[in-house]
């Protein structure tokens, strides 16, 4: 089993950038497929970056070429390093792990263990 704890988020302009962490105890994060997810008032928690067991990386297109999900495994933390934030960016963002087998696994069900999420806004 792992905890996850996610930190790092807050008000940003849009335009501008934020780094997400997620801290991994329990057991190593290189253990698990490693994702994270957002979710905007009133809509569905979606997927956003993820990184497989082996360190390759899959994204939602809405943020291809901004975000960028990375894994320090001496740490045991995954990141989200945000760039060119948005206004539709603002969300609740959540780091998500599970042991997964498929190649691009990008629903909520496909992964067993959550952190409590963070809050990301992006003004104008």
């Known amino acids: 089993q792992v905890q996850l704890v996610e930190s790092g988020g807050g008000l940003v302009q849009a335009g501008g950038s934020l780094r997400l962490s997620c801290a991994a105890s329990?057991?190593?994060?290189?253990?698990?497929?490693v994702a994270w997810f957002r979710q905007a008032p009133g809509k569905e928690r979606d997927f956003v970056a993820g990184?497989?067991?082996?360190?390759?990386?899959y994204y939602a297109d809405s943020v291809k070429g901004r975000f960028t999900i990375s894994r320090d495994n001496a740490k045991s933390t995954v990141y989200l390093q945000m760039n060119m934030l948005k206004l539709e960016d603002t969300a609740y963002y959540y780091c998500a792990a599970g042991q997964i087998t498929t190649w691009d696994a990008t629903k909520r069900s496909d992964y067993a263990y959550w952190g409590q999420g963070t809050q990301i806004t992006v003004s104008s």
């Open positions: 329990g057991r190593a994060v290189a253990s698990y497929t």
């Open positions: 990184i497989r067991r082996s360190g390759s990386t």
